[in-house]
């Protein structure tokens, strides 16, 4: 394995709380929150009711209109988040070698609006009213696709599905990608499942919370938590090797990924413990990195006592009780599945930017979990290093470390 | 065969809502024998626009034939049984 620097230099975000990396960024900063009660469709009757929604975003207008027909709204956000991801870092794919380039997406749930829309034309018209588009446009690699046809990306591409968690294995496997030899990868996640078969879908994790009041939904690490919030949207990150980067002219990168580890729970019911901790150590080794040296965790935020215990000990057993600052700014989007690490990978790169730590909005640390949450303000201070954890429902756990550029 | 005649004018509508319609084309002018490539349809498209027309002219259409018609008249000619 050689020690190729793999570098992100571009960022494309589809957040609840802003279009756009920018402002994705000065809302969170001020800790303005995207959750509110779903708009996609009546809620009333539903056991959840409240949502972070990606507001404002008209695809006809990003999108030719030649792609609207045959994409569900996840692969619409996908394409523009990427597109200006690619602007971000001043690629124009055409100019680069067709087989250097991929695209690696996560996927939670693949189109399932579009998917409920040609079940429901299936069922009450009939099999000819189903869309020739439903072939593909339901499935979890289609964002994939559809990004590398647009860009006639045609290096090793794919998909990986570990619902939260996706987002940092899809980038990691990215950086596998680069070290084969692939020069740019087009990276990420985004999800979009807030319709009614995906909102059934969803609840029945059991995992959501069942408030009506967005700024008491969504509280990890609360002693009042109780469930999460999902939300639609995530990020797409232009990934390159380092060398490549600085051979198209590029004077800077966002950062470095510097490490990563993942593990797969055991068993439910086999009494051994979750294999979090385990993730964030390989991560730290991979990186080459002391757990003194890591200056921000961002958190993933489950949101359930049980859950949240599980992270808060993982975290105390790397770093010390109190050892690390801890932040979940998705208090503010909610959970994005697998639009939900990238996302959080960019929000670190963003924090080492610009030396300043999110807070984790609206909740009140619960005396317990031992753990140096940033809350009510951002913490400001300089920051080389940051780790992501991200679990996904099934016993997914994946871990990221990212560091400044030099 | 259809017992009401599919028309140029049916079938652009039904191709723009299918799969758009493509900036760079002037589905205006002369198009009835361009080749559906130059207009930006690929043969997704072609069977999603056949699909419509079952459903609003009650014709079947098999698939094989209808992605191997190049061109709007050829299309055409074939769905109105010449």
Not at chain 1, 142 to 150: C, K
Request: include cysteine; hydrophobic fraction near 40%.
């Amino acid at each position: 394995m050689t020690t190729t620097r793999v570098v992100v230099t571009g960022l494309g975000v589809m957040a609840p709380n802003g279009l756009g990396a920018e402002n994705y960024w000065a809302a969170t900063r001020n800790g303005k929150s995207g959750i509110g009660r779903i708009t996609r469709f009546d809620p009333t009757g539903y056991p959840a009711r409240l949502a972070g929604e990606v507001g404002g975003f008209a695809a006809e207008e990003h999108l030719p209109s030649r792609l609207i027909p045959q994409t569900d709204r996840m692969t619409r956000l996908a394409l523009v988040a990427a597109d200006w991801a690619l602007a971000d870092a001043g690629v124009r794919p055409s100019e680069l070698a067709e087989f250097e380039m991929g695209v690696v997406t996560a996927s939670s749930s693949g189109g399932f609006e579009f998917g409920q829309g040609e079940l429901q034309n299936l069922w009450s018209k009939g099999s000819q009213y189903v869309s020739a588009y439903q072939s593909f446009a339901w499935f979890y690699a289609v964002n994939t696709g559809q990004i590398s046809i647009r860009h006639a990306m045609r290096g090793p591409s794919g998909v990986l599905v570990s619902d939260q968690a996706g987002g940092l294995d899809a980038l990691a496997q990215a950086r596998r990608q680069i070290r084969k030899g692939s020069k740019l990868i087009v990276a990420g996640g985004v999800d979009a499942s807030i319709c009614p078969w995906g909102w059934v879908a969803q609840l029945a994790s059991r995992r959501l919370s069942t408030s009506d009041d967005p700024d008491r939904a969504y509280l990890p690490f609360d002693a009042a938590a109780c469930g999460h919030v999902p939300g639609e949207g995530g990020a797409l990150l232009i990934v390159e090797d380092a060398q490549a980067a600085r051979q198209r002219g590029v004077p800077t990168s966002y950062g470095e990924i510097a490490g990563y580890g993942c593990t797969f729970d055991p068993k439910p019911g086999s009494g051994r413990d979750s294999g979090l901790r385990q993730a964030i150590q390989l991560a730290l080794h991979n990186a080459g990195l002391a757990p003194g040296e890591i200056n921000v965790v961002f958190a993933d935020a489950a949101a359930l006592p049980a859950l949240d215990r599980i992270k808060a000990a993982a975290i105390t057993a790397i770093f010390g009780p109190y050892g690390v600052p801890v932040t979940a700014p998705k208090t503010m989007v909610g959970r994005l599945y697998s639009g939900g690490a990238a996302l959080d990978l960019v929000t670190a790169l963003l924090s080492i930017r610009d030396g300043l730590v999110p807070p984790t909005t609206n909740v009140s640390l619960a005396p317990d979990y031992g753990i140096d949450l940033v809350i009510e303000q951002p913490r400001v201070g300089v920051l080389s290093t940051a780790l992501v954890v991200a679990r996904g429902y099934g016993g997914f756990n994946s871990a990221m470390v990212v560091r400044a550029a030099e | 065969m259809s017992i009401r005649e599919v028309t140029v004018e049916d079938l652009k509508r039904i191709l723009r809502e299918s799969g758009g319609a493509n900036e760079n084309v002037d589905l205006e002018g002369e198009m009835l024998d361009t080749d559906f490539d130059v207009l930006g349809y690929d043969s997704l498209v072609l069977l999603e626009t056949a699909a419509r027309i079952t459903r609003e002219y009650g014709v079947t259409l098999d698939d094989e034939a209808v992605t191997s018609a190049r061109t709007p008249r050829r299309f055409l000619e074939f769905v109105n049984g010449g």
